[in-house]
């Protein structure tokens, strides 16, 4: 089944953004990284970074059991902010004039 991360959290100061999906049990996922990639950078450039990078691995926790059974699977993909775009300098140097 193909999921579309959406955006879950992220922090602007610390460059990082975080898309997530469930997953039901039995379930496999297929993401298009160039989607989630995608998704990503578009939320760095509006803290005024170039792009984002993928690191680590995906994060999975359950997010609703039935005794040891888990009947639903949240997984959070973590993308690194990289480099600052013109935005962010023009934005500066329009704020000090």
Request: with cysteine.
């Amino acid at each position: 089944m193909n999921k579309t991360p959406q955006p879950v959290k992220g922090s602007e100061v610390a460059g990082v953004v975080r898309l997530g999906f469930d997953i039901a049990p039995l379930q496999r996922a297929k993401i298009d990284t160039y989607v989630a990639q995608s998704a990503a950078s578009h939320q760095c450039q509006q803290w005024g970074y170039v792009s984002a990078f993928p690191y680590g691995e995906p994060i999975r926790t359950c997010s609703l059991t039935s005794g040891a059974l888990c009947l639903n699977q949240t997984v959070t993909l973590e993308y690194q902010c990289r480099g600052n775009g013109m935005e962010k300098y023009l934005r500066d140097e329009i704020a000090v004039q």
